[in-house]
Nanobody, 123 residues
Framework: QVQLVEAGGGLVQAGDSLRLSCAAS????????LGWFRQTPGKGRTFISY????????DYADSVRGRFTVSRDNAKNTVYLQMNSLTSEDTGVYYC????????????????WGQGTQVTVSS
């Protein structure tokens, strides 16, 4: 099982940018697709972005498409989420997860999760 550690969250103002990272341990990192989810108080995790094993296929929630970019560096066992033009609606705890089954839109599709990183956007 892969161990994941997210970093890069913080408190920013609306319109600012942040880059989150998700570092993985283990040699099997390149076998997994990676997803980003956001969780807010009282709600479950919602899909934000996905990148496949090779990095050639990506997908985004409609709410972030055009503002967020996901990428990965398999040599560094790390996936990134570049977040631009942030709004207060982007506030939440961001989690990365691994999936190997080809499905990626739901939390139940994922095998491992990191501890999350808090993103707070003030308006």
């Amino acid at each position: 099982q892969v161990q994941l550690v997210e970093a890069g969250g913080g408190l920013v103002q609306a319109g600012d940018s942040l880059r989150l990272s998700c570092a993985a341990s283990g040699r099997a990192f390149s076998r997994y697709g990676l997803g980003w989810f956001r969780q807010t108080p009282g709600k479950g995790r919602t899909f934000i972005s996905y990148i496949d094993q090779s990095g050639e296929f990506t997908d985004y929630a409609d709410s972030v498409r055009g503002r967020f970019t996901v990428s990965r560096d398999n040599a560094k066992n790390t996936v990134y989420l570049q977040m631009n033009s942030l709004t207060s609606e982007d506030t939440g705890v961001y989690y990365c997860g691994t999936t190997s089954g080809g499905r990626y839109l739901w939390p139940s599709d994922y095998d491992s999760w990191g501890q999350g990183t808090q993103v707070t956007v003030s308006s």
